[in-house]
């Protein structure tokens, strides 16, 4: 863990599929990156959570919609300000790599979480 001015931030791994996960956690957001060897940032977006069903997402970096769209969704379950980096991925990654998240989020809440006990109702078709 490094314990940063007003803060901690704590990074994990974690591959599934063939796909590569990390998260940087922070106490109210996270980062997540994913794709293949090495992170690369072509595509970045980012979402915050507006009110209990309702956010806003932009992509800042890259051509692919599909970050801006799985990063609200993120925003809205968790409450929490999300950035999502990836690689560019193949329309099946894309779906694969929205369930994995979901998966982790509901199974290892602590990967995204400092002091998680939380349980979420993590259903990536809801938002």
Request: proline share 2%; glycine share 6%; hydrophobic share 40%.
């Amino acid at each position: 863990m490094v314990t940063l001015t007003g803060g901690d931030i704590e990074h994990g791994n974690f591959t599934e599929m063939g796909l590569n996960f990390s998260v940087l956690k922070m106490s109210n957001s996270f980062i997540v990156w994913v794709g293949y060897d090495r992170p690369k940032l072509d595509v970045i977006s980012m979402a915050i959570n507006l009110s209990s069903n309702e956010s806003a997402s932009s992509r800042l970096l890259g051509s692919q919609n599909w970050t801006s769209s799985l990063s609200q969704k993120i925003s809205v379950k968790t409450n929490h300000q999300v950035f999502l980096f990836s690689d560019v991925l193949e329309s099946d990654e894309i779906q694969l790599c929205e369930k994995i998240i979901f998966q982790k989020l509901q199974e290892k809440p602590e990967l995204f979480f400092f002091g998680s006990s939380r349980k979420f109702d993590v259903n990536p078709s809801k938002s």
